[in-house]
């Protein structure tokens, strides 16, 4: 038979299924998640009971923590040294155990995430409290078995003789299952313990009349009571942790921030970096310095403000943005007869109720036997001492010591276990004195011997033992609060003016899209023209805003999207630079191109409407607020079709009439009452009845009869005509003419087409862009006054072949 015969053929995920089960299994029950009766993991069971069985405990000196390990490697944990190591470090460190465990000797690492010394350098040993998780675990209270080469014993779970899964809480990661149990009072937790065992069908509420949440050893503040009712019920619920931070007033008239509390977990040294460099990169004004002022007198972050700064602003800033405050969230998950399960307070507790019930009886039971062998030897010494010459003279005529011991039996009615006991008594035990002792002894151990059995005859009993043995280690071990629980979370609110110094800027972009922000120092000291702003060559400035930076901005696009975007965020550059490409700041699309910036100081002002206008003639009003976002992505601000494009948005209060015009001369003027206000991303309705091959080249603003409209061709002729001469109609109609292109083939033409649209009340520039990339500028007086259903004239000199593309006012 050849080699390759004596295999069986195997799929490979029933290979990995099997082995990966049975590797979960392990990790799950013997690895990550702690036992629900004494709330320890199996490397921290080995580790103390490994020092309990050396003698390492708290009336010993200290001793070197790698024998500790070397013990702990070498009988119960066959694993490296590293995870041993470390699992010892935690229940060392004050800032991570509510109730040290290991009472460590040398360096043990820092809150500032300091690693401890090597093992070989620390010493260590068990700390008081540790011991009452070992106690009485030499009288049988708890199961044994074989360590993994099945050379010597360890404990399935400690007696653990008050309820530390609670009080220390734990964390873990294994496979398909992870921990988090937070640190609680003992006092709270013993007091609850009591009051379970005094009434069964306690509730969660009433539990959290004693329990008021978690107790963490950092302190800070709790904030969350229906995340904590949810944990407890569940086992499952999120909570906020806030540093104790107070605002104290120095010299000078500044103010600083000082933080004694950071939330639990949190490094301390990777804190304070957060806030340096937020202050370096002035994401908030007003910081001058951050100062780690910890030492012996205990933890203190000081933050320096500058004068007049916003410190309950920066504060609020800080909260948010760094992990001054952070959530925490329960997941108690235990192991309960060899299964994870996820637990609420009340199952946590019967739990534990249920082992110390099952620890005393055993504890009781093994005193019994002892306290009843005792007094069935010290009967029979009594006995013999009664009759000691008879004793003695049999002793003497016996031939050996298992002679002596059978005639003892034999002759006086003794037992072998008290005649083994009269054989090794000592001469001293003679005297009277003794007699008199061992007398008493005996009647000591019948009262003891019914107390016992009382215990084990009663469950109130029972229980009554447990709880005087934790009310002695709450007295003997409980600390105060150090966690300030408060019931609702307090919301944070950053200001913007915290974050940005509010200054007036000039924001402006380009007709290639370069967008820039410009502080007014720097425009003044260019000279303080508009018309000299840096751009490429070829480029012009399409849009100039004079703006706040704590403003925001809407920008728009001819494909129906907008983006907000807060002025602050604009790059900064001199009046004479170019500026970024838009793209660097919001993430449009190559189609898509800007149709307007708004400035908005405040979304929720109201009867704000935003007004959209589309080449096909279709007219949209919307609610300022319903723009209001945090998202920085493009959002849809408007349904455009495929073949039409918004052309105007603009900002308004609902007063003023709308005026269309056409590319080929037609106009309408309406309310604007008359388009209702619709959801954001609607379509709009119909402003004008176009002709086939129009479009809408301008939207205007217009009210009552004051100034006059401007239009302006493709070739440089222009006109105004009075804006009395166009009434107000009924929208969605085809409207009246408002500029005659003459026709004829000896006539020399007028324009093809109107470009662009003006109200004017009083005379301003306007700036022209032609195909030939020339700038021209004129004064809207130099247009005629005629009337509406007239020719116009040449305003804008143009070459022969030139024509207009681009018109506007800056």
């Known amino acids: 038979m050849s ?37 320890l993991k199996p490397v921290q069971r080995r580790i103390l009971y490994a020092m309990y069985d050396s003698g390492n405990t708290a009336d010993k000196p200290y001793r070197k923590s790698a024998k500790t390990v070397g013990d702990v490697m070498g009988n119960y944990h066959p694993h490296g040294d590293s995870s041993i190591y470390d699992g010892m470090v935690r229940m060392a460190q004050p800032w991570k155990m509510a109730h040290m465990l290991v009472d460590g000797h040398g360096n043990w690492g820092s809150i500032d995430d ?4 090597a093992m070989r350098y620390t010493e260590a040993r068990l700390s008081p409290i540790a011991s009452e998780l070992l106690r009485d675990i030499d009288k049988r209270t708890v199961l044994f078995k074989d360590n993994f080469d099945n050379t010597t014993q360890e404990p399935v779970v400690l ?55 978690p107790d963490f050893p950092t302190g800070g503040m709790i904030m969350g009571e229906d995340g904590i009712r949810d944990a407890y019920r569940t086992g499952k619920g999120r909570i906020y942790i806030r540093s104790k931070t107070e605002i104290e007033d120095v010299r000078g008239g500044r103010q600083q921030i000082v933080i004694t509390e950071i939330p639990y977990q949190v490094v301390k040294a990777r804190l304070v970096t957060a806030m340096e460099n937020i202050r370096l990169e002035k994401k908030v004004e007003g910081i001058t310095e951050v100062r780690d002022e910890s030492g012996r007198e205990g933890l203190r972050i000081v933050i320096e403000l500058k004068k007049d700064a916003d410190a309950h602003g920066i504060l609020a800033y800080l909260l948010k943005k760094t992990d001054l405050q952070v959530t925490y969230n329960f ?33 009781t039971q093994y005193e019994l036997e002892k306290a ?158 508009l018309e000299s702003s840096g751009v490429k060559e070829g480029d012009y400035i399409k849009h100039l805003l004079e703006v706040n930076t704590i ?36 993430p449009i699309s190559k189609e898509d191109r800007i149709v307007n910036m708004i400035p908005i100081k405040n979304f929720e002002e109201p009867n704000q409407s ?61 309310k604007e009452s008359e388009v209702n206000a619709m959801g954001r991303v609607s379509g709009g309705v119909r402003g004008i009845q ?32 009075l804006l009395v001469d166009y009434m107000t109609q009924g929208r969605g109609g085809k409207g009246i003419i408002t500029f005659e292109f003459k026709e004829g083939k000896r006539v020399r033409p007028n324009g093809s087409r109107l470009v662009r649209a003006f109200h004017c009340t009083e005379a301003y520039t306007i700036t022209v862009a032609t195909s030939e990339g020339t700038l021209h500028t004129f004064v809207t007086e130099q247009a005629p006054i005629e009337d509406r259903k007239s020719i116009g004239k040449l305003i804008v000199p143009l070459e022969k072949k030139e024509t207009i593309t681009d018109i506007w006012r800056l």
């Open 3 to 39: 080699s390759l015969e004596q295999f069986l053929p195997a799929f490979l995920e029933d290979v990995v299924g099997d082995r990966f089960g049975r590797y979960s299994k392990y990790i799950i029950q013997d690895r990550a998640i702690p036992d629900v009766r004494d709330g």
């Open 114 to 117: 300091d690693p401890p010394a």
């Open 159 to 213: 007696p653990a003789r008050y309820p530390n899964l609670l009080v220390n809480g734990v964390s873990g990661i294994s496979a398909g299952f992870a921990t988090e149990i937070p640190s609680h009072n003992l006092r709270e937790v013993i007091d609850a313990c009591i009051a379970m065992m005094e009434k069964e069908d306690l509730t969660v509420e009433d539990i959290m009349q004693i329990v008021k949440g």
């Open 331 to 363: 997941n108690m998950v235990a192991i309960v007869n060899k299964t994870p399960v996820q637990l609420g307070i009340r199952a946590i507790l019967n739990a534990y109720i249920a082992h110390q019930k099952e620890v005393v009886t055993n504890r």
């Open 372 to 529: 009843e062998d005792r007094a069935h030897v010290v009967e029979g010494l009594v006995k013999a001492l009664n009759i000691l010459d008879e004793v003695i003279a049999t002793i003497k005529a016996s031939k050996n010591r298992q002679d002596a011991q059978n005639n003892l039996v034999d002759k006086f009615q003794f037992t072998e276990r008290q005649a083994d006991a009269i054989l090794t008594l000592q001469l001293y035990r003679l005297t009277n004195l003794e007699i008199t002792s061992l007398e008493k002894e005996h009647k000591e151990l019948l009262k003891k011997i019914n107390y016992l059995r009382s215990i084990l005859d009663s469950n109130k009993k029972l229980v009554g033992v447990i709880k005087s043995e934790l009310l002695d280690i709450r007295e003997k071990y409980g600390i105060d609060r150090r966690s300030v629980i408060q019931g609702e979370v307090e919301e944070i609110k950053v200001n913007l003016e915290v974050m940005v110094n509010p200054e007036d800027v000039l924001v402006t972009m380009s007709n290639e899209g370069y967008l820039k922000r410009t502080s007014m120092l720097s425009f003044t000291r260019s000279g303080g023209e």
């Open 551 to 586: 403003d925001s901005m809407l920008l728009f696009t001819d494909k129906g999207q907008y983006f907000l975007l807060p002025t602050h965020l604009i790059p900064e550059f001199k009046w004479k630079d170019n500026g970024t490409a838009i793209v660097n700041v919001i």
């Open 610 to 670: 935003l007004v959209f206008v589309t080449k096909r003639g279709q007219v949209k009003r919307t609610d300022l607020k319903e723009y209001m976002t945090n998202r920085s992505n493009a959002i849809a601000a408007c349904k455009v079709s495929d073949q039409d494009e918004v052309i105007s948005v603009s900002l308004s209060d609902g007063m003023k009439d709308l005026l269309l015009v056409t590319k080929d001369g037609m106009s309408i003027r309406f």
């Open 690 to 721: 176009l002709k086939d091959g129009d479009e809408v080249i301008s939207a205007i603003w217009v009210e009552g009869d004051e100034g006059e409209i401007v239009v302006v061709t493709d070739i440089g002729y222009g006109k105004r005509s």
